[in-house]
């Protein structure tokens, strides 16, 4: 090639990157321009290559010509791709911002309705001065029975379809059984710190039982125990209408009939007057109490001649569908979104 017919094709790219640099909008755009003028393929590098063929003479005239063109097209390629970057990340911010301000509903958990009666329970019985106490699910068979003046040969026990868990040993220290009460916290209560004792225990039971919407294998209780110098069945009768009125948070009648368990004497059922709005009101049976027995003392290691008192066991499961107005137990146990998210 001739150094004019050189010459004469700088001239024409240089006249054709400019007037099609003016053309680039976009990144596209200048991506596609890149390709044809810049990239390994194009024209400016074609063009550079044949430099090749010229004398080291014709070279000095004809290679500052390209440099020149090839150094201005670099930096306004360079120039370029900032401006149309910027556009770029200012249009996105424009859309991204974040309003600090705006309130936003946020999904939550709540706490299980078993969960929310408890801490109540806990609550109520703390404004009364006694303490939360907790025991094992799985129990000894002394304390779950034996020390509760349940011998092995007592027909209570059959009054309690119990899961054992090891059994096999004459002595009851040896076997356990998956608790069917909290009454053997009672037990564990006295052994641990003597009297006095002013605790309640809320807890997880267990029972062999054919389920249906009232019954399940598993259900929670609540145990209280008060030992005192003094104690009386009207310390329980106060007692429990104070927290009943507080937990349902209303006046609530309760009903006294003598009941029978071992572990105490005089035993007691104690029924609640309980009204739906739009329903008749009925008596529910709601709990077991009495006087603890000379004999569940002796196990606990407590001077009878000295303290004596009360205890009861409720249905915390029991508590928490009447509260909740709950007809069927086995939605206690499941993961219904729909029936969780109600509390
Ligand atoms: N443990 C009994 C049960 O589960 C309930 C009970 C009755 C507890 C009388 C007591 C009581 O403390 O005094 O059926």
Known sequence: MET???KGQVADLQARVEADFLDITSLDDLTLFFQRYLGKKGELSVLLKSLKAFSPDEKKVVGPLIQKVKTKLNADFVAKRDTLELAVLNEKLKSDWIDV???EEVLTGNLHPLSKVQRRIEEIFHGMGFEVADGPHVEKEWTNFDALNIPA???ARDMQDTFFVKTGSDDPHENSVLRTHTSPVQIRRMLERGAPVRMICPGRTFRNEDLDATHDAQFYQFECLLLDEDI?????KG???RFLSEFFE???KIRIRPGYFPFVEPGL???VWFEIPGKKGKWLELLGAGMVHPNVLKAGEIDADKYQGFAFGVGLTRLTMMKYEIDDIRFLASSKQDFLGQF
């Not at 009386?232 to 329980?236: E, R």
């Open 4 to 6: 004019a017919e050189f």
């Open 269 to 271: 059922e104690i029924d």
């Open 250 to 252: 209303k006046e609530m």
């Open 101 to 103: 301000t705006k309130h």
């Open 232 to 236: 009386n069945l009207s310390h329980l």
């Open 153 to 155: 040969s007592h027909p």
């Open 239 to 241: 007692v429990l209408e």
